[in-house]
């Protein structure tokens, strides 16, 4: 007998192969009935299938799901989520969580990778980066693994997540530091004297990097470089990078302070949506004021503390707003069509975010199927 395909919006019960339009609200077997009642799992059904991007009802769906023990379709739950809706942050860790403890083999454990890409596409989640790069490590050379990633991937995720966070005045040391423990650590290096000058040039490069910026462990990791260092010449060009740092250090150091109190000042508001919106007001005032003193050309420092606030207000249209304003900056389209693209998902109501989504994709060349595609979901969802 031909096998019945599963459509979008059913869940592939992994025991019996039995399909369940949860969307539709098939009715479940007795032994699977949900651990809320059946009244909230009606509205549970209609919700999601009135509004598909109502990241609650997913997680309530989840936790029923999870509670059952049909890790099958929790994850399709979990994937749906991810495109249709904006899942929070705990939502990403839980999933992570649940990857980790459910993986069995080294394969598994690689495709959890997967999972940490789309939590950051969704937002730079400090948390989320960290945990990717130590993840990305246990990953590599490990002689108990039935395999190991190779070293270009390891750098392709170190450099990803160090990109902005290499900017953090007071976090970037702890994702800095993962990078430079695999290149002088982790790292396989044949035992050549032509590897062991790469090397050196690699760890050398992590340090011109970290000079270049002012953090909060400069002066340590400068004292930490010129005891590595054996070459004078070397450290003398280093010595530029780490006193222009160093000058900058006050104007961050004030920045970092004022900063503070206006985050401060919006936590304090949380009950308060009107009062919590002026507060960030103010806040976004503050940056347009002074953040281009800090960032100067190097537009991922918008992007670092643009996304800081994001991660806490996804959905507040004045911060998209200042973002996409200031990503007229970026020189890479790509980039500010992504920037867009998140806008969208965030603020579903904004017909303006979503032409300027498709202007930006006309000036990308995209195919014309894609293009048509999400013309016809600007369509459909603002019909």
Same mark, same amino acid.
């Given at each position: 007998?031909?096998?019945?395909?599963?459509?979008?919006?059913?869940?592939?019960?992994?025991?019996?192969?039995?399909?369940?339009?949860?969307?539709?609200?098939?009715?479940?077997?007795?032994?699977?009935?949900?651990?809320?009642?059946?009244?909230?799992?009606?509205?549970?059904?209609?919700?999601?299938?009135?509004?598909?991007?109502?990241?609650?009802?997913?997680?309530?769906?989840?936790?029923?799901?999870?509670?059952?023990?049909?890790?099958?379709?929790?994850?399709?739950?979990?994937?749906?989520?991810?495109?249709?809706?904006?899942?929070?942050?705990?939502?990403?860790?839980?999933?992570?969580?649940?990857?980790?403890?459910?993986?069995?083999?080294?394969?598994?454990?690689?495709?959890?990778?997967?999972?940490?890409?789309?939590?950051?596409?969704?937002?730079?989640?400090?948390?989320?980066?960290?945990?990717?790069?130590?993840?990305?490590?246990?990953?590599?050379?490990?002689?108990?693994?039935?395999?190991?990633?190779?070293?270009?991937?390891?750098?392709?995720?170190?450099?990803?997540?160090?990109?902005?966070?290499?900017?953090?005045?007071?976090?970037?040391?702890?994702?800095?530091?993962?990078?430079?423990?695999?290149?002088?650590?982790?790292?396989?290096?044949?035992?050549?004297?032509?590897?062991?000058?790469?090397?050196?040039?690699?760890?050398?490069?992590? =340090?011109?990097?970290?000079? $270049?910026?002012?953090?909060?462990? @400069?002066?340590?990791?400068?004292? !930490? +470089? #010129?005891?590595?260092?054996?070459?004078?010449?070397?450290?003398?060009?280093?010595?530029?990078?780490?006193?222009?740092?160093?000058?900058?250090?006050?104007?961050?150091?004030?920045?970092?302070?004022?900063?503070?109190?206006?985050?401060?000042?919006?936590?304090?508001?949380?009950?308060?949506?009107?009062?919590?919106?002026?507060?960030?007001?103010?806040?976004?005032?503050?940056?347009?004021?002074?953040?281009?003193?800090?960032?100067?050309?190097?537009?991922?420092?918008?992007?670092?503390?643009?996304?800081?606030?994001?991660?806490?207000?996804?959905?507040?249209?004045?911060?998209?707003?200042?973002?996409?304003?200031?990503?007229?900056?970026?020189?890479?389209?790509?980039?500010?069509?992504?920037?867009?693209?998140?806008?969208?998902?965030?603020?579903?109501?904004?017909?303006? =975010?979503?032409?300027?989504? $498709?202007?930006?994709?006309?000036? @990308?060349?995209?195919?014309?199927? !894609? +293009? #048509?595609?999400?013309?016809?979901?600007?369509?459909?969802?603002?019909?």
């Amino acid at each position: 007998m031909e096998e019945r395909k599963i459509y979008p919006g059913e869940l592939e019960d992994e025991d019996d192969h039995k399909p369940h339009n949860i969307i539709a609200g098939d009715e479940m077997p007795d032994e699977d009935q949900p651990m809320y009642s059946s009244e909230e799992y009606e509205r549970c059904i209609a919700t999601v299938q009135d509004d598909p991007h109502n990241i609650a009802m997913y997680q309530q769906m989840i936790d029923n799901y999870k509670h059952l023990g049909k890790s099958e379709m929790v994850l399709q739950l979990r994937m749906k989520a991810a495109q249709e809706a904006v899942p929070t942050l705990d939502m990403w860790k839980d999933w992570i969580e649940s990857a980790r403890a459910e993986a069995t083999s080294f394969q598994e454990r690689v495709k959890i990778g997967e999972v940490f890409e789309l939590a950051l596409d969704s937002f730079n989640y400090f948390e989320i980066a960290k945990e990717y790069g130590e993840h990305i490590l246990e990953l590599y050379g490990d002689p108990e693994n039935d395999g190991s990633v190779e070293e270009g991937e390891v750098k392709r995720v170190l450099e990803k997540i160090l990109r902005i966070w290499l900017l953090d005045f007071s976090r970037s040391a702890k994702i800095w530091q993962l990078y430079l423990t695999f290149e002088s650590e982790i790292r396989i290096w044949p035992n050549t004297e032509e590897t062991k000058k790469q090397k050196e040039k690699a760890i050398r490069w992590l =340090y011109r990097k970290k000079l $270049l910026f002012p953090t909060l462990d @400069l002066d340590s990791v400068w004292d !930490e +470089y #010129k005891e590595w260092e054996t070459d004078n010449t070397q450290i003398q060009e280093m010595q530029q990078r780490y006193n222009k740092a160093s000058e900058k250090m006050p104007n961050m150091i004030k920045f970092e302070d004022n900063l503070s109190i206006l985050f401060k000042e919006i936590n304090t508001t949380a009950g308060n949506l009107l009062q919590q919106a002026v507060d960030i007001t103010t806040l976004l005032e503050y940056y347009a004021k002074e953040l281009p003193s800090i960032a100067g050309n190097n537009f991922s420092y918008y992007e670092l503390y643009i996304e800081r606030l994001l991660c806490n207000y996804p959905s507040q249209e004045p911060i998209w707003n200042y973002y996409l304003k200031c990503a007229e900056m970026c020189k890479s389209e790509s980039m500010r069509n992504r920037i867009y693209k998140r806008a969208c998902k965030n603020c579903r109501e904004n017909v303006e =975010y979503k032409i300027q989504f $498709l202007r930006s994709q006309e000036k @990308l060349n995209v195919s014309v199927e !894609e +293009y #048509k595609k999400n013309v016809a979901e600007f369509i459909e969802e603002f019909s």
